[in-house]
């Protein structure tokens, strides 16, 4: 289509053709800012679950720890700790792998990925010292041992939410740019759709309303000049035009003008 000549060569196929483009090119936009808007959403929301799950997984360190230090003065049961353990090591191989059971998807980032690696180590330990038969009477170098591990791998779970926190920010800056180019963009398509495409259909219609206008004034000049009675009716004979020869011989032979 023309858009140029549309209204110079106005006619309903060309309007309609006009409107079902401009409703097409608007879905696309609309398309492209549903989808910015629920990559930030969903990666804020991703994210953000696996910060909530890395504050569980520091606490559940911590608590690990407390525990068998703990056993060591008390009657507490063994058990607990290796089932705490046993949820405690799966959460760690979620991050790095992922876990479906755990709803645990698997974490592309390259620095938290470099940061789980170096703290898998004192992961490893304290699950195996956590397995000892004689955990309740550890030595005191163990427990220096088991107090160490602890603090790096806490440590490198601080490492973790932080560098979580700052691709959270960083990436949702570059979406928020991105989106706010789209909706920059959007603003300048809808002044170009209403230039090129939504004035040209008003401009159309009131060239085909004048149009239809002038058709029927001369349609009615014509019949008005006509000596001959001219009228018209519908499917149902009912009288929906005439001229005034017609209604003057209508009064004329019955004594009552015709009504449309």
């Known amino acids: ?76 049961n063994q058990i607990e700790i290796s089932e705490d353990v046993a949820l405690w090591s799966a959460v760690h191989m979620g991050f790095q792998n992922g876990n479906e059971a755990l709803n645990i998807p698997k974490i592309e980032n390259k620095t938290v990925d470099s940061i789980l690696r170096a703290i898998s180590p004192y992961q490893e330990n304290i699950q195996l010292i956590s397995k000892q038969l004689n955990l309740a009477n550890l030595s005191k170098a163990e427990l220096r041992e088991l107090s160490i591990w602890e603090r790096k791998y806490l440590a490198g779970m601080d490492q973790m939410v932080e560098a979580l926190q700052l691709h959270i920010d960083n990436t949702i800056g570059n979406l928020t740019y991105v989106l706010g180019t789209l909706t920059f963009l959007f603003l300048i398509f809808i002044w170009l759709l209403y230039h090129f495409f939504i004035k040209p259909i008003i401009d159309s219609v009131g060239v085909l309303s004048k149009n239809m206008e002038s058709q029927s004034r001369h349609l009615a000049s014509i019949l008005e000049n006509t000596s001959d009675r001219i009228w018209t009716v519908d499917k149902n004979y009912m009288l929906i035009a005439y001229n005034s020869v017609f209604a003057k011989g209508r009064l004329d032979d019955g004594g009552i003008a015709p009504i449309k």
């Open 1 to 76: 289509m023309e858009i140029n000549s549309l209204k110079e060569n106005a006619s309903f196929g060309k309007i309609r053709r006009s409107i079902i483009t401009s409703f097409a090119l608007t879905f696309i936009f609309a398309i492209l800012l549903a989808i910015g808007i629920n990559l930030t959403t969903n990666l804020r929301e991703y994210e953000s679950s696996i910060i909530n799950l890395a504050g569980r997984q520091r606490m559940l360190s911590q608590k690990i720890a407390k525990n068998i230090y703990y056993l060591q003065t008390s009657e507490q």
